[in-house]
Every structure is written in structure tokens, then in C-alpha cells.
């Protein structure tokens, strides 16, 4: 999968390389709820979810 981002789709998951600013963020937050609207192969959802329990958080919602 990451293959396929870096050579056809660069802006279509998240991926490695934009995982530690997305998580930076999200944890500075610290959220007891994260919603995420859409994911594309649940690359997001594992980062928003371990985000939300590592800040003692309740839930990540996802939608579709």
C-alpha cells in the first residue's frame, strides 16, 4: 500500500510519512471522542484510535 502512495496517489492515505503530524496533532488535543468522517483503508483509524486511549480518551468514532 505504501508502495502505491508514493508513486500513483501521494494525498490518498495517510501514510507513514504524515502519520507523526496527524498523531502530533490529534494528541495535543487530547480528546476523549475523535470522529473521523471517511478512511480509505484504516490507516487513520489505528493511529486516531491508539491517540484517543493513549490520552485516556473514550472513543473514535468512524464513519463512512
Given at each position: 500500500?505504501?508502495?502505491?502512495?508514493?508513486?500513483?496517489?501521494?494525498?490518498?492515505?495517510?501514510?507513514?510519512?504524515?502519520?507523526?503530524?496527524?498523531?502530533?496533532?490529534?494528541?495535543s488535543?487530547?480528546?476523549?471522542?475523535?470522529?473521523?468522517?471517511?478512511?480509505?483503508v484504516?490507516?487513520?483509524?489505528i493511529l486516531?484510535?491508539e491517540?484517543?486511549?493513549?490520552?485516556?480518551?473514550?472513543?473514535?468514532?468512524?464513519?463512512?
Amino acid at each position: 500500500m505504501d508502495t502505491y502512495l508514493d508513486q500513483y496517489n501521494p494525498l490518498m492515505a495517510i501514510g507513514p510519512d504524515k502519520s507523526p503530524f496527524i498523531t502530533s496533532l490529534a494528541s495535543s488535543l487530547k480528546p476523549s471522542t475523535l470522529i473521523e468522517l471517511g478512511g480509505y483503508v484504516g490507516y487513520s483509524a489505528i493511529l486516531y484510535g491508539e491517540c484517543v486511549r493513549e490520552n485516556d480518551g473514550k472513543q473514535h468514532i468512524g464513519i463512512e
